[in-house]
């Protein structure tokens, strides 16, 4: 069994800084659970584009509002509390918050082992198997 809580892996390692977003994450690679699970905050005003060319992502959106743009389709959706995005189809999109930060639950498959950014296309680097 894996227990871990929010407030221990705060300021430790396993919190990343970016720009425009900053995550905690709980479990990864190293876990072995076939997936990475992050609570992931997006600062207030950010617009971060993305494009997870080697992970899916699902997303589920616990506090703050904003939107999500689908830039295949040019598709708007809002992200309000209750709110789940899965990126099924390995998206391209932009995540945007409104006037206060954005507080997200993330899961990625093939899970991340940490340290990742994101590269120039928005990306997380693929992971030799």
């Known amino acids: 069994m894996i227990v871990k809580t929010l407030k221990s892996l705060t300021n430790t390692e396993k919190h990343i800084h970016s720009e425009g977003w900053d995550s905690v994450r709980l479990l990864l690679r190293d876990d072995?659970?076939?997936?990475?699970?992050?609570?992931?905050?997006?600062?207030?005003?950010?617009?971060?584009?993305?494009?997870?060319?080697?992970?899916?992502?699902?997303?589920?959106?616990?506090?703050?509002?904003?939107?999500?743009?689908d830039k295949a389709t040019g598709?708007?959706?809002?992200?309000?509390?209750?709110?789940?995005?899965?990126?099924?189809?390995?998206?391209?999109?932009?995540?945007?918050?409104?006037?206060?930060?954005?507080?997200?639950?993330?899961?990625?498959?093939?899970?991340?082992t940490g340290a990742e950014v994101h590269d120039e296309s928005g990306a997380y680097p693929a992971m030799a198997e």
């Open 75 to 112: 598709q708007t959706h809002p992200i309000a509390p209750g709110t789940m995005y899965a990126l099924n189809l390995h998206d391209q999109h932009c995540l945007k918050a409104y006037d206060e930060p954005m507080v997200m639950a993330c899961v990625f498959n093939p899970p991340v």
């Open 32 to 69: 072995k659970m076939g997936f990475s699970f992050h609570i992931t905050t997006i600062l207030a005003n950010a617009e971060l584009h993305m494009h997870y060319k080697n992970h899916l992502e699902c997303v589920y959106c616990i506090s703050g509002s904003g939107e999500i743009l």
